[in-house]
C-alpha cells in the first residue's frame, strides 16, 4: 500500500511570488491535514480536510489556503511569499476525521524555500 | 490551547545507552498523549500513545507511561541503538470536539557506535 504522497519534494520561489503544494493521502484516507514544520516551532497546524470539507484551522494568515478534492487529494497554496514561510510543509492522511485522527500517517514532506 | 513542552536537543548518546526524553503537557480533561518519530529524511510516524491515566505505551524498546499528577509523559529506552537517532515529537490531543493534534518542538537524538 503507497504511503503518502508529497509533491514537489524541493521548491525555491522568491518573495512575492505563490505556490501550490499537493498531497496524495493513502488509498481509502478520506481526511488530510497539513503542518509547517520549522527548525524553531517545531510542528505548526495549519489546517484539517474531510470529504472535501475544512474541519478545522490554525493560526496563520489568510495566505495560506488548501482544498481537497472528491478523490481525497488536497493542495495546499500560499500566496505572497514572505522570507519566514521557508520550512518543511509536512502533509498527513488518517481514516476519518475525529478520533480517528489519533493515528496520522505523514509524508516526507515539500521543503519550501523564500529566497 | 493545549500544549507541549519538551526537552531540547540535541541528545548525543552511545550506542546501548539509557535514553531518556522528557514531556510535559498542558491540557483540560484529559487528553490522549502521543510520541511520534521522523527518521532522516522521512515523514512523521506514530511511536506509541496512551490514552488514559497510568497507562503505559510502548513499541520497539521505548516505553512511556502518562502521569496526570505530573501532566508528563517522559519517552524512555533502556539500550539505543544507532538506527534510534531521528526526531522524536511528543504531541497531545484533547478530547473534545477539536481532534488536531498538538506538536512540541521535536528533540533530535544522535546515537553514536
Known amino acids: 500500500k503507497a504511503g503518502v504522497t508529497q509533491t514537489p519534494r524541493y521548491l525555491i520561489k522568491t518573495r512575492g511570488q505563490q505556490v501550490t503544494l499537493s498531497c496524495s493521502p493513502i488509498s481509502g484516507h478520506r481526511s488530510v491535514s497539513w503542518y509547517q514544520q520549522t527548525p524553531g516551532q517545531g510542528l505548526q497546524f495549519l489546517f484539517e480536510y474531510f470529504s472535501e470539507t475544512q474541519r478545522n484551522k490554525g493560526n496563520f494568515p489568510g495566505r495560506f489556503s488548501g482544498r481537497q478534492f472528491s478523490n481525497s487529494r488536497s493542495e495546499m497554496n500560499v500566496s505572497t511569499l514572505e522570507l519566514g514561510d521557508s520550512a518543511l510543509y509536512l502533509c498527513?492522511?488518517?481514516?476519518?476525521?475525529?478520533?480517528?485522527?489519533?493515528?496520522?500517517?505523514f509524508g516526507s514532506g515539500t521543503q519550501l524555500s523564500v529566497l | 490551547g493545549d500544549s507541549v513542552t519538551q526537552m531540547e536537543g540535541p541528545v548525543t548518546l552511545s550506542e546501548e545507552a539509557f535514553l531518556t526524553i522528557n514531556c510535559t503537557y498542558t491540557a483540560t480533561g484529559y487528553p490522549s498523549l502521543f510520541w511520534y518519530v521522523q527518521y532522516p529524511g522521512e515523514g512523521l510516524q506514530l511511536l506509541l500513545k496512551?490514552?488514559?491515566?497510568?497507562d503505559k505505551g510502548s513499541n520497539k524498546g521505548f516505553e512511556a507511561t502518562y502521569r496526570k499528577e505530573t501532566t508528563s509523559f517522559h519517552l524512555e529506552k533502556g539500550s539505543v541503538q544507532v538506527s534510534d537517532s531521528a526526531v522524536y515529537f511528543c504531541a497531545v490531543r484533547p478530547r473534545s470536539n477539536d481532534y488536531k493534534l498538538s506538536f512540541g518542538a521535536g528533540t533530535t537524538v544522535t546515537v553514536r557506535a
Open positions: 496512551a490514552t488514559k491515566a497510568d
Open positions: 498527513a492522511s488518517s481514516i476519518g476525521t475525529g478520533i480517528a485522527q489519533e493515528k496520522l500517517f
